[in-house]
């Protein structure tokens, strides 16, 4: 890869800060809010875009963890060019992509272990995953096009075959005993049942690979549906946005809106014909390759829209408070884990334990807007000191 053009992109960074501020507003509890103000449309869907969906669909909230994983694809092309016009060697750059797997992979781990009682073992964290599939990603990103578009088709299609021939759950089978609610509304019939909730081969995986580690108590199913082996699809989101990185790299300093735009398009079309076929359901907790390309397309009209933005329309200066963010996304991410409880008390402490009670209803979104502005001012100090955390 040649090192020419190896120059930072904007509007990577600053979607990258979008999606983080969107993860770091899981403060502002818009659910709380929506409750108890139930005749409140726009409270209703601010707060169903900033929770998961149950099981098959797409909020933005679920949009976070994608777009997440296709920037680190997106911003690879222009991280290898960088290091090669350094001179580093392509043995060293591959040593450093192995070590930051392991880092984001131990993180991972770290995060869900707070405040638990021994090292939580468990690997469907956003880094964790990330950390799975990142040596491979970087090998792909020395390979031509044709490799990495090959890489794709073979992972979802093989990964797809696998849970069609695992057997599907019986009549019989109990739902409640791994963790799913007798009056699960999501159960799929027919051939989509392999894609059902904690009765899957990915489930079945965990059952094996979890209690391989020393637990508390044996591993028997994760209360979200959330699977260690989603690494493997999580890799073709970060092969998009890999492909995303190499046109923009490319066409620098045009955009290549025809590219992200027929991509965004095909993403999410086929997503749907998967999903609405039966085919492959659109289901983001388990990843399913419906997923990886509904939202693979998603993550590519986003940053088209971005560019347009920021590079074709010159509209910059709104997006300062989301730079400060996306240039410091470990640090973000790291903040939002370790400092929440922290910043709450602190808070009460000095301000008051009803401090934020005067505004009723809204007091929680209040609340978690006084703290997200304490994250942020973190990362402003930060930035400005050019203090960036790197992995």
């Known amino acids: 890869m040649s090192p020419i053009g190896s120059q930072r992109n904007h509007a990577l960074d600053v979607y990258r800060g979008f999606v983080m501020l969107l993860m770091m507003a899981e403060v502002l509890r818009l659910s709380r809010a929506a409750a108890a103000l139930p005749g409140n449309w726009l409270v209703g869907i601010l707060a169903y875009n900033q929770t998961h969906v149950e099981w098959a669909g797409c909020s933005l909230h679920d949009l976070i963890q994608p777009s997440f994983s296709f920037l680190v694809g997106a ?21 450093h992509a192995v070590w930051r797997a392991f880092l984001l992979a131990a993180l991972g781990i770290f995060l869900r272990s707070l405040r638990g009682p021994q090292t939580n073992f468990t690997f469907e964290d956003t880094l964790t995953q990330i950390g ?36 599907v759950a019986g009549p019989g089978f109990d739902y409640p005993a791994v963790g799913v609610p007798a009056d699960w509304q999501h159960h799929y019939s027919g051939f989509a049942a392999h894609w059902n909730k904690n009765a899957n081969l990915g489930s079945a995986f965990d059952q094996w690979f979890l209690n391989l580690f020393p637990r508390q108590k044996p591993f028997v199913f994760n209360g979200g549906g ?6 493997i699809p999580t890799l073709g989101t970060m092969i998009l946005g890999l492909a995303a990185g190499r046109w923009m790299r490319d066409a620098s300093p045009r955009i290549p809106f025809r590219q992200l735009l027929l991509a965004g398009a095909g993403g999410l079309a086929a997503g749907l014909v998967l999903h609405v076929s039966g085919i492959c359901p659109v289901v983001k907790r388990i990843w399913t390759p419906g997923w990886t390309l509904f939202s693979g397309g998603a993550c590519f009209l986003l ?45 009460r402490i000095h301000l008051g334990a009803n401090a934020f009670k005067i505004f009723g209803a809204i007091e929680p979104p209040v609340r978690g807007a006084a703290v997200l502005a304490v994250y942020w001012m973190m990362l402003l100090w930060m930035y400005r000191r050019k203090i960036f955390l790197k992995v």
């Not at 060697?89 to 040593?95: A, I, N, Q, S, V």
């Not at 090998?139 to 695992?166: E, I, K, N, S, T």
């Not at 300062?320 to 991410?333: D, E, H, R, W």
Request: hydrophobic share 55%; glycine share 8%; proline share 6%.
């Open 75 to 95: 911003a690879l092309p222009y991280s290898i060019a960088s290091r090669l016009a350094k001179g580093n060697t392509f043995r060293k750059l591959f040593g």
């Open 303 to 347: 940053l088209a829209a971005f560019s347009w933005i920021l590079d074709v329309k010159g509209w910059r200066k709104w997006a300062f408070p989301l730079l400060v963010i996306g240039t410091n996304s470990i640090a973000a991410y790291m903040i939002a884990h370790l400092f929440e409880r922290f910043i709450e008390d602190s808070l």
């Open 132 to 167: 799975l599939g990142y040596p491979f990603l970087f090998l792909l990103g020395f390979r031509p096009p044709r490799w990495q578009w090959g890489a794709l088709g073979v992972l979802l299609l093989g990964y797809w075959l696998a849970w069609a021939l695992y057997p």
């Open 226 to 231: 959330y699977l260690t082996l989603s690494f």
